[in-house]
């Protein structure tokens, strides 16, 4: 008995003395980097990190992306209940409730703060403004022009993330493919909403190119959209939406517009085209939420944010719904359904 109880000792000395070394070693290689270490420092105090997520809404593709970013983190070694804890709200499409769900996850001090969509974002920045939380978003479409980052290659401060930035003069070709009479496009958008307004002027750039009119309707709230929607209709052969939270939180009512009126709605997401849209060009949501996981981990393991670049998807994907093809009365060319996501 006193020979197990003496080995027991040993091996419990010896491990505290491991631990010993493995954090004075942290302590040191952490404080040596000045600054950004700061929020690792905090880290290194808390037993379990504690991550704050802030998604903009309930929509399809913006959960798509936080399970996704939840499960790939407990595969790279951060389970949730394990060594990290993540303390999940959702904003339910207002940004008073963004602001002080943001406000609070500062005030606890979080470890990290992953903000899904735009405007979930922009208040997670503006809560960390004066802290040194690092903030890491998820699908914000133009990072720049939302004001989060300096640059996509040098953030600049502690806010960084992935971009689910799409191809616009991708979706305009396949709209020349797939309905060749266009001759005026209709774009629909919010106008309060950064994330719309960069592609929305790409799309009247690349339109111009192509020899076609546009024609535009910005909406301020979603009871606008039915109104804006049908007058579109009734000027343009086509309408292009582009990843808009708020057109994408009724996207039914503008696809029964585009059916009813014999409309093609061509959109910026797949779960867009899964609502009923005609078709896009779109990127994989599991995998960017995948990207933005190995972004945290970087985080975690003490990577300087205001120098970690944001990341973009360089594979996409033509998503096509077939119902809406036939509501429309549009046939789609064989050649282009065998290289498409086709849902019904
Ligand atoms: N890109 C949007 C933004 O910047 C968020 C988003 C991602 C989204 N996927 C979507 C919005 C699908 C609507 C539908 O805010």
């Given amino acids: 008995m006193k020979k197990v109880l003496a080995t027991i000792l ?52 913006l959960n798509t992306i936080r399970e996704a970013l939840v499960n790939h983190l407990a595969e790279l070694g951060y389970k949730d209940g394990d060594n990290i804890v993540i303390d999940y709200k959702n904003g339910q499409n207002d940004q008073i409730n963004l602001n002080s769900i943001c406000q609070k996850f500062v005030s606890d001090d979080k470890d990290l703060i992953i903000a899904i969509a735009t405007p979930a974002a922009e208040a997670a920045a503006a809560a960390a403004a004066d802290t040194d939380i690092p903030v890491l978003f998820s699908a914000v479409t133009d990072p720049v022009s939302a004001k989060l980052v300096e640059s996509l290659e040098k953030p600049g401060r502690n ?100 059916m009813d009126t014999k409309t093609p709605v061509y959109v910026g997401a797949d779960s867009m085209v899964n609502d009923g849209g005609f078709a896009t060009v779109g990127i994989n949501y599991t995998e960017l939420g995948e990207k933005t996981a190995e972004m945290a981990k970087e985080i975690f393991e003490g990577a300087s944010v205001s120098d970690m670049p944001v990341q973009t998807l360089s594979d996409f994907q033509t998503v096509i719904n077939q119902t809406t093809a036939e509501k429309i009365g549009v046939t789609v060319p064989e050649s282009i359904l065998e290289n498409a996501q086709v849902v019904q």
């Fill in 159 to 258: 806010v960084t993330g992935t971009s689910d930035k799409i191809p616009v003069d991708q979706i305009i070709d396949l709209a020349l493919q797939l309905t060749p009479d266009i001759k005026t496009i209709g774009l629909l958008y919010s106008t309060n909403e950064a994330n719309s307004l960069s592609v929305i002027s790409e799309a009247k750039e690349y339109a111009g190119q192509k020899g076609i009119e546009v024609t535009e309707s910005g909406i301020t709230n979603v009871g606008e959209l039915q109104q804006a929607a049908q007058t579109l209709a009734s000027k343009a052969d086509a309408i292009f939406t582009p990843i808009d939270n708020q057109v994408a939180s009724a996207m039914n009512t503008l696809a029964k517009v585009g």
């Fill in 10 to 61: 040993a091996v419990v000395m010896s491990l505290g003395i491991l631990a010993g070394c493995t954090q004075s070693e942290t302590g040191n290689g952490g404080s040596t980097p000045a600054e950004g270490d700061n929020a690792s420092g905090s880290t290194a105090n808390h037993e379990q990190l504690q991550v704050g997520i802030i998604q903009y809404n309930d929509h399809p593709s």
